[in-house]
């Protein structure tokens, strides 16, 4: 268990509260759990509710706990990309190692000046990340330890949010009983899983992070996220017609909007794809039903993005990624891509146990983390990895008598398993 790293990623979404745990392992990533618990107390923008959000974080810790027998101790953390902002600091720090090579300490120097940059009494520093490494006038996105030089120059961006909003979000998860590792823009961490990063070097992509009330759009240029910004409008709000005119529940409408319907189709089938009941009277809807009550705000919804996004498609050769719980949605990137002229497409992770569109930016906080680890040094886990490792061992020596793969021993476990029920 200790060639293992385990941790907690958490991100606080504008309708639910997502939490996965997951294990590297020999170079590979596995999920070992995900809890999806609803929540009302987040906004795109605010915590409303904290008492709410503090709940539903509990619940999902309490419910991982109950499946995996290891108390959670401590998260990564999505921070929203509201009021997002950026500084850019090259930092220069003399080497200072005694043979003259460059050490970690030397680049943690060169964070810790870059550190020192006033951003502003309405904001938080997020994330500093090292964008290239410069040594003997040659520059490298590779950490250069060991190269020979007298002096580093490092270019850090300074990712910030809205102070107030991060704070209370952060209030929220301690006093839920856990401890935030580390926090990481959802926008950054969606880059991260999706390898946006990589992608944004020779052209920009823009990510599209569409939740429940809100879209979070986040540009990647030359492989650095350039900036960010919020539209007050989701899933939700295209879903809220369906509520209006046929007084179905906004979750779902969702859901509906989600699955059984072809956004980008002008002809749908007249085949019901929902039966429920309201007022004791029974009640059907149709794919056409429902694309042309939502179409409306889906059209809205299209030109707002394109409202936003105008100036920057101007710029230069862009790709469109769409991701977040609207990645589940069939004929938004052919919408977009018909109205913005570039490609757009969806990011579905492909993770196994984490295949949904809403757990890109918890997956990406996984990937962050471990980037930082050469240069931070913390080999903490997430779990109470003591109890983790008893609860393993325990059901590994219960199961031990059946260990021969064989028909005829699984059978009789499974006959001997079903007499003891």
Not at 105 to 125: P, S
Request: charged residues 25%; glycine residues 8%.
């Amino acid at each position: 268990m200790s060639d293992k790293q385990i941790f907690a990623a958490l991100e606080a979404a504008d309708h639910e509260i997502r939490l996965v745990v997951g294990e590297f392992f020999n170079t590979r990533f596995n999920i070992i759990k995900v809890e999806r618990i609803p929540s009302s107390g987040i906004t795109y923008d605010q915590v409303v509710d904290p008492s709410a959000v503090t709940e539903a974080i509990r619940t999902a810790a309490a419910n991982t706990k109950k499946m995996l027998g290891a108390d959670v101790k401590s998260v990564i953390m999505a921070m929203p990309s509201y009021h997002m902002k950026k500084y850019s600091f090259k930092s220069t720090v003399d080497v200072e190692g005694i043979d003259g090579t460059v050490s970690v300490q030397d680049v943690r120097n060169a964070i810790r000046k870059a550190q020192q940059m006033e951003i502003g009494k309405g904001y938080a520093l997020i994330q500093t990340v090292c964008v290239r490494y410069t040594v003997n006038g040659i520059s490298t996105r590779r950490v250069p330890i060991g190269e020979r030089c007298s002096q580093l120059t490092v270019d850090i961006d300074l990712l910030c949010a809205d102070r107030q909003f991060a704070y209370d979000l952060v209030t929220c998860v301690e006093n839920a009983g856990l401890a935030v590792m580390d926090l990481f823009l959802d926008v950054y961490a969606v880059g991260k899983e999706a390898a946006l990063f990589e992608q944004a070097v020779d052209r920009q992509v823009v990510i599209l992070k569409v939740e429940r009330e809100g879209t979070t759009l986040g540009l990647l240029k030359r492989g650095r996220l350039t900036t960010a910004a919020v539209l007050p409008a989701g899933l939700g709000t295209i879903a809220g017609s369906l509520n209006e005119q046929y007084g179905i529940r906004t979750d779902m409408a969702v859901e509906l909007l989600k699955y059984s319907a072809r956004l980008d189709q002008e002809k749908c089938s007249d085949n019901p794809v929902h039966i429920w009941s309201l007022n004791g009277e029974t009640r059907t809807i149709s794919e056409q039903e429902l694309v042309d009550c939502v179409r409306p705000n889906v059209n809205a919804w299209v030109d707002a993005v394109q409202k936003t996004c105008g100036p920057i498609l101007q710029a230069d050769e862009t790709t469109v990624i769409i991701t977040g719980e609207g990645g589940e949605t069939d004929g938004l990137d052919r919408l977009l891509q018909k109205k913005l002229g570039v490609e757009s497409r969806y990011y579905i992770p492909e993770t196994l146990g984490g295949r949904n569109g809403g757990l890109t930016a918890c997956l990406g906080l996984f990937y962050a983390y471990q980037d930082k680890l050469p240069i931070t040094g913390n080999m903490d886990d997430s779990l109470d990895m003591d109890a983790f490792i008893k609860a393993v061992s325990y059901r590994d020596k219960k199961n031990d008598v059946y260990r021969e793969d064989t028909l005829t021993n699984k059978l009789k476990g499974l006959f001997l398993e079903g007499k003891k029920n």
